[in-house]
């Protein structure tokens, strides 16, 4: 079946402005993580969507990044005001019910001049 | 604060020759630890699952296995195509469903 898709796959975005990356997860899955992968660095968690519960947002570094799932189904993570610092690949994964492995989209690759 | 060490942070290898990277980690508890392998400008792709201390997956060449406090992945006789990153993480009992990653081995196969 279809893995986790990801748009777009690349993003170059001046500084300052807002950026929209987007998730589709497996079909039937109903765990949902968005991950940040910077130059020399371990992936880093950002927030996690389980269902209809309140999602775990302890790893946004900023109020800056929010994200919402819709449907259950496809996420969106924004970044406002974007930094050069906001610059990394994003990941999204999801899991069946949160527990097990985790599989991974291709990434989007944030560039921010 | 919950810790994934992973070492060597590289690694070559002649083709054919054998070799084990390490997973160290500190958690409070541990629900399961994890290995994937990513390609450069791809995603972490999913390896295996090691859940207690003892328990041993194979998949190929690889062989993962699993301590109070680390973990292996056995290489046998690998290949150029076994070239690499490859990433361990943990998911840790009574908190998030999140995975904490370590930085990650980079292995190079020579043929």
């Known amino acids: 079946g279809a893995g986790v898709s990801q748009s777009p796959s690349n993003k170059v975005t001046e500084k300052g402005k807002d950026v929209e990356l987007r998730c589709d997860p497996i079909s039937g899955h109903t765990a949902l993580y968005w991950y940040r992968q910077s130059l020399g660095q371990g992936l880093e968690f950002l927030i996690y969507f389980q269902g209809n519960s309140a999602p775990d947002k302890s790893g946004l570094p900023s109020d800056r990044f929010s994200a919402e799932r819709t449907g259950g189904s496809v996420s969106t993570l924004t970044i406002q005001r974007t930094q050069q610092e906001d610059s990394a690949v994003y990941l999204c994964?999801?899991?069946?019910w949160g527990l097990g492995e985790q599989y991974f989209g291709p990434g989007t690759r944030l560039t921010v001049t | 604060e919950d810790q994934v060490t992973q070492s060597p942070e590289a690694l070559r290898l002649q083709e054919g020759e054998s070799s084990s990277l390490n997973c160290s980690y500190t958690?409070?508890?541990?629900?399961?630890l994890f290995w994937y392998r990513q390609d450069p400008g791809k995603g972490p792709e999913f390896l295996f699952t090691l859940y207690s201390a003892g328990e041993e997956k194979e998949k190929e060449r690889l062989k993962a296995t699993l301590t109070k406090k680390e973990s292996f992945l056995h290489i046998t006789a690998p290949k150029p195509e076994d070239s690499a990153t490859y990433l361990c993480?943990?998911?840790?009992?009574?908190?998030?469903?999140?995975?904490?990653f370590g930085k990650g081995t980079k292995l190079t196969v020579n043929p």
């Open positions: 993480a943990v998911q840790v009992q009574g908190g998030s469903e999140k995975l904490v």
């Open positions: 958690v409070s508890g541990l629900r399961g």
């Open positions: 994964a999801s899991s069946f």
